[in-house]
């Protein structure tokens, strides 16, 4: 993901209750996102370094890099999955009763 990730995020993230470090996360990148120039910074930081472009089902994409459901069920940090470079994002959710 990168430097400032590996060196910082990651062990801060790593030894926290999975919930916690869930909600953490979304809530610093939706923090994050409300600035232009944060996500500014976010996107000179997270940048697409290689293209490997992926043709599914007559949609395309830069990368199959992605955000799979789950993670923004209430789609609070759009920008800021936009800025970090991702491809496509899976957002919200359907419960079936």
């Known amino acids: ?13 790593k030894f926290q209750d999975s919930e916690k470090a869930h909600y953490r996360s979304l809530f610093f990148l939706k923090k994050l996102s409300s600035y232009s120039v944060s996500r500014f910074a976010l996107s000179a930081v997270y940048q697409t370094k290689h293209d490997l472009p992926v043709n599914v089902f007559g949609h395309y994409y830069k990368h199959p890099f992605g955000l799979a459901a789950g993670m923004d069920k209430k789609a609070e940090a759009l920008l800021g999955w936009q800025a970090i470079g991702l491809s496509f994002a899976e957002i919200g959710g359907v419960t079936m009763l």
């Open 1 to 13: 993901m990168g430097l400032p990730y590996r060196l910082f995020i990651r062990p801060t993230l």
